[in-house]
C-alpha cells in the first residue's frame, strides 16, 4: 500500500473526480447533452462514450500498472472536451453556471492539465 502523502491524496481525489464525472454523464445526460457543439456528431452516444472513458481514466489512476496511462488518457481526454467549454461559454442560458465559472473553467483546464502530467512518471 502506497503511503498517505499528499501526491497519494491528490491521486485519489483526481481519480475520484474522474470517476464521478464519468458516471454523472448518465445520471444527469441532458447537462452535457446541452453543452455538446452542433458540429459533434452523435450527441448521446458521444456523452456516454465520454463518460465510460472518464470512468475508466478515474479508475486506472487508481492502480499503478495502469495509472501513467490514465494519466496521459485524462490529458488527451481535456483537450478533447476543451471545444465543449467554450461552446458552453458561447451558448450559456440561466440554467448555466455563472459567467464567471465558465470562463474560469477555460484556463483552470491547464491546470487539470498539469495535475494529470504529475502522474505521468
Known amino acids: ?3 498517505l502523502d499528499a501526491k497519494t491524496i491528490s491521486l485519489w481525489i483526481m481519480a475520484t473526480i474522474y470517476t464521478i464525472a464519468g458516471i454523472l454523464h448518465f445520471v444527469i445526460p441532458k447537462f452535457y447533452l446541452r453543452i455538446m ?6 450527441h448521446k452516444l ?3 462514450f465520454s463518460g465510460i472513458v472518464e470512468i475508466a481514466l478515474g479508475v486506472g489512476l ?3 500498472q495502469t495509472r501513467i496511462f490514465a494519466a496521459w488518457g485524462v490529458i ?11 461552446y458552453h461559454f458561447q451558448s450559456r442560458t440561466k440554467k ?4 464567471w465559472a465558465l470562463i474560469l473553467r477555460l484556463p483552470l483546464q491547464l491546470v487539470l492539465i498539469y495535475w494529470a502530467y ?3 512518471y
Open 62 to 64: 487508481f492502480f499503478s
Open 46 to 48: 458521444m456523452v456516454q
Open 118 to 120: 504529475t502522474f505521468t
Open 76 to 86: 488527451l481526454l481535456l483537450v478533447a472536451v476543451f471545444p465543449a467549454n467554450v
Open 96 to 99: 448555466d453556471p455563472p459567467t
Open 1 to 3: 500500500m502506497e503511503n
Open 37 to 42: 457543439p452542433p458540429w459533434i456528431p452523435y
